[in-house]
T-cell receptor, first 111, second 115 residues
């Protein structure tokens, strides 16, 4: 089966940098995605890594190491509006490419 | 934003009654998914569809059925609602099942309470 682990909560201050880690276990790994969800809202897609390395999209970056079954989301220049839950999710080709989600990390940004 | 709508947005129903949730998309995407979200469990896949009349089970499919008679509509039915099915239900669409970096687009969710 599949499993993903990420911290349940992270707290940081405005303007800082925060890293949210994700380790995964899956038989047919195809890619790692990150989603953001504000309280009560729809999850929104942030990034996708299929290959090792760093992908940068504005203030957000995502990293993948397939050999370590590990990835992280890096948020820079934190803003209050970044307070949300962040989910990592794996695509598994043995599961038809469906996304399997981690339990989410709740990020609180303090002034 | 991609056109995906869920209805109803909120519903309260009694134990033992059937309930149908609707997901409608205007993007002509092939893949559609139903997830439930509960505290401490993240998003868990209930059922998904990879085309009209083509559906399959996810990790928490017991007590749920789905139908997809048109590309744009994916229905989730609770045959006999139980309190354990109180949850927030999200529909998602995807252009491709595997080879994509576009991600899923989620609807706004349906908050279902079974009393």
């Amino acid at each position: 089966g599949q499993s993903l682990e990420q911290p349940s909560e992270v707290t940081a201050v405005e303007g800082a940098i925060v890293q949210i880690n994700c380790t995964y276990q899956t038989s047919g790994f195809y890619g790692l995605s990150w989603y953001q969800q504000h309280d009560g809202g729809a999850p929104t897609f942030l990034s996708y890594n299929a290959l090792d390395g760093l992908e940068e999209t504005g203030r957000f970056s995502s990293f993948l190491s397939r050999s370590d079954s590990y990835g992280y989301l890096l948020l820079q220049e934190l803003q209050m509006k970044d307070s949300a839950s962040y989910f990592c999710a794996v695509r598994d080709y043995n599961q038809g490419g469906k996304l399997i989600f981690g339990q989410g990390t709740e990020l609180s940004v303090k002034p | 934003d991609a056109g995906i709508t869920q209805s109803p947005r909120h519903k309260v129903t009694e134990t033992g009654t059937p309930v149908t949730l609707r997901c409608h998309q205007t993007e002509n995407h092939r893949y559609m998914y139903w997830y439930r979200q509960d505290p401490g469990h993240g998003l868990r896949l209930i059922h998904y569809s990879y085309g009209v009349k083509d559906t399959d089970k996810g990790e928490v499919s017991d007590g749920y059925s789905v139908s997809r008679s048109k590309t744009e509509d994916f229905l989730l039915t609770l045959e006999s609602a139980t309190s354990s099915q109180t949850s927030v239900y999200f529909c998602a669409i995807s252009e491709s099942g595997l080879r994509t970096n576009y991600g899923y687009t989620f609807g706004s969710g349906t908050r279902l309470t079974v009393v």
